[in-house]
């Protein structure tokens, strides 16, 4: 009954913007640790993000540190990913993901795909001139 529901890709040029959404529903999102991860052409899943059940700590992929911010808002059962200063680099199908745990004491455990176990049908990112 999860459903990740991912939203706002498409296609920016570089230097630009764009704001991912992901619609959770089907568990209490406020009890669980969530991510972003990537998939880009001809490579493997990609961690990039994550954020504590609060939103009061937040990760990030050295490739995109300072340039994204992941927030929540535990209200709306929604996830956010704002993307800024974009290079082609970034061109990717972009996933949000649930946590299999309500808390991870070490934070390198957010990198690990494997500690997720609910997926959306990810949202298309394309950075070109």
């Known amino acids: 009954q999860v459903q990740l529901v991912e939203s706002g890709g498409g296609l920016a040029q570089p230097g630009g913007s764009l704001r991912l959404s992901c619609a959770a529903s089907?568990?209490?999102?406020?009890?669980?640790?969530m991510s972003w991860a990537r998939q880009a052409p001809g490579k493997g899943l990609e961690w990039v993000s994550g954020i504590k059940r609060d939103g009061s700590d937040t990760y990030y992929a050295d490739s995109v540190k300072g340039r994204f911010t992941i927030s929540r808002d535990n209200a709306k059962n929604t996830l956010y990913l704002q993307m800024n200063s974009l290079i082609p680099e970034d061109t990717a199908l972009y996933f949000c993901a649930k946590a299999q745990r309500t808390y991870y004491s070490r934070s390198y455990l957010y990198t690990r795909l494997t500690e997720y176990d609910s997926w959306g049908q990810g949202t298309q990112v394309t950075v070109s001139s």
């Open positions: 089907g568990f209490t999102f406020s009890m669980y640790a």
